[in-house]
């Protein structure tokens, strides 16, 4: 059986996502232990409290829910395989995608970097995309009933003289456009004259837009600084909806792109299945938290199904 590993990202975080895992499997647990090895009191408490108790509020910034998604789907995938007996040879993963932070998941599993390294990664990416946030006004919308020529046109009427752009492909109908705080505001009132609905997104600020830049060098420098290998199976890129190359240099550049360019996850998603899948002998498996890509997935093809992994013994 072949099997594909979808990862997370951020607005998957819920208090007591991985607590589970981590209470009925001690490679879950270990994982957990050295993250909070790794990170100290760096957060305010350590990442496993925050996992485990919260507070929401404290879990939900950028800059916690971002390592802490990555420990947790790493601990569901290492608690998974121990439940099971299989190592990750005898799991035949053939591919991996993860939804923005989640690619940096998908990149571990697939060997390209040790957990400690793409943890250290994602809590800087974290931080640094909330510092970025807070330095400008700026807020995310969703439209639902869009596609990427809807989007595009909402942005062109609603930008006038700020940054407004498309985002996130997430699923057919469901776009998120990304800008300044007044663009959005101009945004939602556009996208309803079109016959759209539009919600404003409880993030940050604007990411995967121009006003990410400042994190995307800082980003770039720490990842130049990372070892990094070719992964051991095909992952992902959400830029380009392609597998990574496997030059490390370019593994690197993507991810540095990635917090400035839209994520094309629907793509993503359709290039795995038409690539990797015989919807027979493979299986698609969603890692914790939560089950959102599952429901991505029924809108980007309905015949594909995916396996949650939420908690243990939880096949849904």
Request: aromatic share 4%; glycine share 8%.
């Amino acid at each position: 059986m072949n099997n594909i590993i979808l990862c997370p990202g951020q607005g998957a975080q819920t208090v007591s996502m991985g607590k589970l895992w981590s209470d009925t499997s001690e490679a879950a647990r270990a994982i957990f232990e050295q993250a909070d090895e790794i990170l100290g009191e760096s957060l305010g408490a350590p990442l496993s409290t925050l996992c485990f108790e919260g507070p929401a509020d404290t879990l939900n910034r950028t800059d916690v829910s971002q390592p802490a998604i990555y420990t947790a789907s790493v601990a569901c995938f290492a608690g998974w395989l121990d439940g099971e007996n299989l190592t990750t040879k005898d799991l035949n993963m053939v591919a991996a995608a993860g939804l923005s932070l989640g690619e940096y998941t998908a990149l571990h599993l697939a060997g390209a970097f040790s957990f400690a390294d793409g943890l250290k990664l994602v809590a800087l990416r974290g931080s640094a995309m909330q510092e970025a946030a807070q330095a400008s006004p700026s807020s995310m919308v969703a439209l639902i009933g869009a596609d990427e020529e809807k989007a595009n046109a909402v942005c062109d009427k609603a930008r006038e003289n700020d940054i407004l752009v498309a985002a996130n492909f997430n699923a057919p109908g469901q776009v998120v456009i990304s800008g300044a705080a007044d663009a959005c505001d101009r945004a939602e009132a556009v996208a309803v004259e079109m016959g759209m609905r539009a919600t404003r997104l409880a993030v940050a600020g604007a990411f995967h837009s121009p006003f990410m830049q400042q994190a995307a060098d800082q980003l770039g420098e720490a990842l130049c600084a990372t070892q990094i290998s070719a992964t051991r199976c095909t992952v992902m890129s959400n830029v380009t909806a392609l597998p990574h190359e496997t030059d490390p240099d370019q593994i690197r550049l993507r991810l540095v792109e990635q917090l400035t360019s839209p994520v094309r996850w629907a793509a993503c998603c359709e290039h795995l299945i038409a690539n990797h899948s015989d919807h027979e002998g493979t299986q698609f498996h969603e890692l914790a938290p939560g089950k959102s890509l599952g429901g991505m997935m029924r809108r980007i093809n309905r015949g594909t199904k995916v396996l949650g992994h939420n908690e243990p013994a939880t096949v849904s």
